[in-house]
């Protein structure tokens, strides 16, 4: 499995961004989908994560209401939609796929494959 990010970029506070993390080769479709952040000088956090078969989605606190994660199937891409950012979303994210249960779903050591990280700059 093989997944390439992008969509990182410098936005002002209170703006947004799209994220896209297109998913190829082997069989992905058993897999969770999930996105990790991590700011200098930070642990990697989970940000939110959608199972590619059945589609349920999972979102971390500090990203609920304001981030959307979705999935095109067609595409095989996932997708993070992100409004109203904030400084403290600046981080490099990075999508990654995994077996996951619903206990395992934040932790970084669940997900066997990642991809590059794409930065996200937010400016005050």
Known sequence: VQ??????????????????????????????????????GQERAFVAAIRWSGGSIYYADSVKGRFTISRDNAKNTVYLQMNSLKPEDTAVYSCAAGNAIVSTIVRPQTYAYWGQGTLVTVSS
């Open 3 to 40: 997944l390439q990010a992008s969509g990182g970029g410098l936005v002002q506070a209170g703006g947004s961004l799209r994220l896209s993390c297109v998913v190829s080769r082997g069989t992905f479709s058993r897999y969770t989908i999930a996105w990790f952040r991590q700011a200098p």
